[in-house]
């Protein structure tokens, strides 16, 4: 069993920044990738950015490419994701994310467990 916990979600204005992180514990030897989805009101759960646990290979949206940027710090079990020049559309709730299998994709399907979820709120 994993258990993610993420923190650090909030309101923040159009071009700040915010931190999350994932605190990850339990049983992580088999997991591949850890990273990030979000939801907006009304939609679909998009994945946002992952780390691979094998060689630390980042991967990231086109959408929040040059913008977010995910890492890892691994005597932590932590993974942060680092939000800078946040946009309307980046508000949504964003939910840390494990994978048992990672290859090329990250999608709601890839994921094995889910943290709770952190609200990031962005106004104009």
């Known amino acids: 069993e994993v258990r993610l916990v993420e923190s650090g979600g909030g309101l923040e204005q159009v071009g700040g920044s915010l931190r999350l992180s994932c605190a990850a514990s339990?049983?992580?030897?088999?997991?591949?990738?850890i990273g990030w989805f979000r939801q907006a009101p009304g939609g679909e759960r998009e994945g946002v950015s992952c780390?691979?646990?094998?060689?630390?290979?980042?991967y990231h949206a086109t959408s929040v490419k040059g913008r977010f940027t995910i890492s890892s710090d691994s005597a932590k079990n932590t993974v942060y994701l680092q939000m800078n020049n946040l946009k309307l559309e980046d508000t949504a709730v964003y939910y840390c994310?494990?994978?048992?299998?990672?290859?090329?994709?990250?999608?709601?399907?890839?994921?094995?467990?889910w943290g709770q979820g952190t609200q990031v709120t962005v106004s104009s």
């Open positions: 994310a494990a994978s048992l299998s990672y290859g090329d994709t990250w999608d709601p399907i890839d994921v094995d467990y």
């Open positions: 339990g049983f992580l030897d088999d997991v591949e990738a």
């Open positions: 780390i691979s646990r094998k060689d630390g290979r980042p």
